[in-house]
Nanobody, 128 residues
Framework: VQLQASGGGSVQAGGSLRLSCALSGRTFSSYVMGWFRQAPGKEREFVAAIRWRDGSTYYADSVKGRFTISGDNARDTVYLQMNSLKPEDTADYYC??????????????????????WGQGTQVTVSS
């Protein structure tokens, strides 16, 4: 299983970026895909997740109303649309997947150790 994250870049505050995470290597009927971010000197934190089975989405409070996670089933790709970006959104963004979510509660989706595969990071820099 491979996850390829892309779409990072540098923008000014108030701008937008769309990150992509492409899944390859195997096909899964059900999974949970998450986005996390890690700023310099800080721990990796949850940003958003999507449950493929029913399209349910979950967000960190810090990004609610500004970020949108979505999926393209035909392309096995998950997107993170980021609007109204702030300097505090500056971080390396990582996508991750749980390939066997079963019936586990969504309360787990924000936990780093919930996911069994991770992609490489894509850097997002927001200037004021």
């Amino acid at each position: 299983v491979q996850l390829q994250a892309s779409g990072g870049g540098s923008v000014q505050a108030g701008g937008s970026l769309r990150l992509s995470c492409a899944l390859s290597g195997r096909t899964f009927s059900s999974y949970v895909m998450g986005w996390f971010r890690q700023a310099p000197g800080k721990e990796r934190e949850f940003v958003a997740a999507i449950r493929w089975r029913d399209g349910s989405t979950y967000y960190a409070d810090s990004v609610k109303g500004r970020f949108t996670i979505s999926g393209d089933n035909a392309r096995d790709t998950v997107y993170l649309q980021m609007n109204s970006l702030k300097p505090e959104d500056t971080a390396d963004y990582y996508c991750a997947i749980d390939t066997n979510p079963g019936s586990r509660s969504s309360v787990y989706y924000s936990r780093r150790n919930y996911y069994n595969y991770w992609g490489q990071g894509t850097q997002v820099t927001v200037s004021s």
